[in-house]
């Protein structure tokens, strides 16, 4: 998916058609109807399902929002914004806007700069260079759950391999509660999260470099420039689309974090690493407060819709716009 | 895309849809196995994911099989929290499996008034009498019996003889100050005193209301929850207490972080010996022996300790056992299933196997370990009888409860706080 928005030098936007003969215009639109149907045709099974399952439970959660309701047959206890009013109240989750806020800044201060400074490191000619894209890349491919449980053993206090191996060297001061201390939890949940999530970002970076054309960095090099100006003035620019997407799907990554956080802490300890689709879980999969997990659950979808949209309205248009107007061309 | 709530309800959806699909194809087996053969495939959901208990209810189910050549059992086994989960997503299908765990209280009241469950009062009247009254308890609603236990069993102190010993003390407390002294001796031999696992919340909860209990006696805590008021002095005294337990640093290091059963967890603490004791339920040494070593004849049982001064006594129990419901409208196979779980032989065979406590009266005999014996014992002397909090309230009220606790716990609510939420919640659920 991500792949799309990936600007990519070789293919672009194809040829233009040729100018229309003249005098086809009936045959064209009847081309055009056809073409519709055949479109609709398509369609259909994906709308369908897409329909039943994905706008139908948005409708229904904002419905849900309304009520008080524990999930057995339809909801009947109207109670009007009482469950948002409520959510707004707790301190719980207004502490999970602030640990996603906490996770978004930090995603974008460290670990984003550091996925690009291994991209660029990677994109060097040296020996095992195929090697190294491998193994960073391939915490990515691990499952949520495995991470969780992993890394639940690697930071067990006092006997995991964590404290082991700071010990072994002496470093015992360093070794912690890790997960199980409220004032390391988000700090080592980060730490797990950059793990998981660097080499992902880091492969896009590599494959935005690759398409900058070698002739521009030679012609700054010609032109004297030093390897921070070269980076600077022509990769930085020319690896921005790449660098916007990864943003964007950093940032939405972070609102709607929930499994590595489930298996390893559930949340805690006391809440202090919880994030809304944990809160969201708790109330409506625990305590079956469903109507008030569908108020999170509207809120979350809120806050992701009007990121994104404000983001594709004013990041990614330029990107975007390529990708549009290449499909319309096609579509002729 | 961007949307989590979608991404994660579609995916809930979907392991729901997958579950019942599963359900639904095992359905169109039984179905087609009745058609040809009159074979009635029964779905049995229990949470047995550890050994020996595991190969046990497996080689029963094949037991029953053998006797009855018409009916197959298919046991789906879950881990506790992850069948509770699943559960959730079954009741609000509305259709559960045929044979599934319960633990009775508030849950399952919920799960029977929304019509899921099936009532068994007549259909197990004539063997369902002979079974101790005491582990019917939980499953007894208004009058009616919901529920068959395969066990019964109650919350106390679990403790390591060995590491009691070398802090010097010699017999098991008796009062909460004689607790404490004991924390405090065996803190100064640098053993760690309870394990604790506060991740799971559960378990710290066991404290708080045994706590209340013996403040101000099993009938304070049940006129508690019929008020929908749990501001009383007995619970906000248990807070105190609880809160000054916590302030001797008692638990094992990261405790806040640690599970039940895992490797590194509460149960694995006590059975490596590297924590003295564990408030648990009847099921502790087994699981001590399954997540950890286990420590065989060091192993000790005492009843929760009596608060000088409180009104309860140490013959209340606070606990609960396992037992088995059936959705509404089971086949009648199902409850010859539970009849044969719950006869003599097979709780003979439960109760050497896999550690529980009998349900029958004749199985009796078959309890040999002195700390299982004296868990019974004081079962059948009990005088008073309080279900685990988050099973016996609505599951809000429940989770209101463990939450709270482990906010006390943590240091971040007061006795007054924990009180004043859990009222508010019950009575927010009517």
Not at chain 1, 46 to 69: E, G, H, K, M, T
Not at chain 1, 202 to 213: D, E, R, T, V
Not at chain 2, 148 to 157: A, E, T, W
Not at chain 2, 391 to 404: F, I, K, L, T, W
Request: proline share 6%.
């Amino acid at each position: 998916m991500t792949s799309t928005f990936l600007p990519d030098r070789r293919t672009g936007p194809g040829t233009a058609p040729p100018p229309p003969p003249a005098g086809a215009a009936r045959a064209r639109t009847r081309r055009r109807v056809t073409h519709w149907l055949t479109a609709v045709g398509f369609q259909l099974p994906a709308l369908v399902l897409f329909l039943v399952l994905v706008v139908l439970p948005i409708l229904f959660a904002l419905y849900a929002a309304f009520f008080r309701w524990g999930g057995f047959g339809m909801p009947s206890d109207y109670v009007g914004t009482e469950n948002f009013t409520r959510l707004f109240d707790d301190p719980v989750f207004l502490g999970d806007l602030w640990r996603c806020l906490l996770l978004v800044v930090l995603s974008l201060a460290l670990q984003l700069p550091f996925a690009l400074a291994m991209a660029v490191l990677l994109n060097q000619r040296m020996r095992g260079r195929a090697v190294y894209r491998m193994l960073f890349f391939a915490p990515y491919v691990l499952s949520e759950a495995i991470t969780g449980v992993l890394f639940g053993m690697i930071f067990a206090p006092g006997d995991g391999l964590a404290d082991r191996v700071l010990g072994g060297v002496g470093l015992d001061g360093l070794g912690g509660e890790w997960f199980a201390d409220p004032s390391m939890v988000m700090a080592t949940l980060f730490l797990v999260m950059t793990w998981k999530y660097f080499g992902f970002h880091m492969m896009l970076y590599l494959a935005g470099l690759q398409s900058i054309p070698r002739e521009l960095t030679e012609a700054a090099l010609i032109d004297g420039a030093g390897p921070w100006q070269r980076f600077r003035n022509v990769t930085l620019p020319l690896l921005a689309p790449t660098l916007r997407i990864s943003v964007f799907l950093s940032v939405i990554g972070a609102i709607q974090l929930f499994d590595l956080v489930w298996v390893v802490t559930q949340g805690g300890p006391d809440h202090h690493s919880e994030t809304m689709a944990v809160t969201m879980f708790q109330f409506g999969f625990k305590r079956y407060q469903v109507g008030y997990a569908s108020a999170i659950s509207v809120v979350m979808f809120g806050i992701s819709l009007v990121f994104a949209l404000a983001y594709q309205r004013f990041v990614l248009r330029r990107d975007l716009q390529g990708a549009t107007t290449t499909m319309r061309g096609d579509g002729k | 895309m961007g949307d989590p709530a979608l991404s994660r309800r579609g995916f809930l959806a979907a392991s729901a849809a997958a579950g019942l699909g599963m359900t639904a194809l095992s359905g169109c087996g039984g179905d087609s196995d009745e058609g040809s053969s009159g074979i009635t495939t029964v779905e049995w959901w229990n949470i047995s994911t550890t050994q020996p208990t595991k190969d046990v209810w497996a080689a029963l189910a094949k037991k029953f099989e053998a006797q009855n050549p018409k009916v197959k059992i298919k046991i789906v086994q879950l881990e506790n929290d992850a069948y509770k989960s699943k559960m959730t997503a079954l009741i609000a299908s509305g259709k559960l499996p045929d044979i599934f765990h319960t633990w009775g209280g508030g849950v399952l009241r919920q799960q029977v008034d929304a019509g899921l469950v099936e009532d068994l009062t007549d259909r197990t009247k004539e063997w369902a009498d002979g079974l101790l009254p005491v582990a019917k308890e939980p499953y007894l609603l208004d009058g009616r019996l919901y529920g068959i236990p395969f066990d019964s069993g109650m919350v106390g102190f679990w403790y390591n003889k060995a590491l009691f010993e070398r802090a010097g003390v010699s017999t098991p407390p008796t009062t909460w100050n004689g607790f404490l002294d004991t924390v405090e001796a065996l803190k100064a031999k640098n053993i760690t005193p309870i394990a604790l696992a506060g991740k799971e919340k559960w378990p710290g909860m066991y404290y708080w209301a045994y706590l209340a209990m013996r403040v101000g006696g099993a009938e304070a805590v049940q006129k508690a929850a019929e008020d929908k008021d749990f501001t009383g002095p007995a619970f906000v005294r248990a807070g105190q207490l609880l809160k000054e337990l916590a302030g001797l640093q008692p638990f094992q290091k990261g405790f806040l972080g640690a599970a039940y059963s895992d490797p590194n967890g509460q149960a694995a603490a006590v059975g490596n010996g590297k924590a003295a004791m564990e408030l648990m339920g009847q099921w502790a040494p087994v699981v001590e022996a399954d997540a950890g070593k286990g420590l065989g004849d060091d192993l000790g049982f005492f009843p929760f300790p009596a608060v000088e001064g409180g009104k309860g006594s140490l013959t209340e129990v606070f606990g609960g056992a396992n037992g088995h419901a059936l959705r509404r409208d089971a086949p009648q196979a199902a409850v010859d299933f539970l009849r044969f779980f719950a006869s003599e032989a097979t709780d003979r065979e439960l109760v050497t196997k896999t550690g529980v406590l009998p349900v029958v009266t004749a199985a009796e005999s078959a309890l040999t370990d002195p700390n299982l014996t004296a868990v019974q014992k004081q079962l059948k002397a009990a005088t008073g009888f309080q279900l685990y909090l988050d099973q016996a309230y609505a599951p809000a009220v429940g989770q209101e409860v463990n939450d709270s606790v482990a906010a006390l716990v943590a240091g971040s609510k007061s006795p007054e706080q924990v009180a004043e939420s859990i009222t508010k919640t019950a009575k927010e659920e009517q």
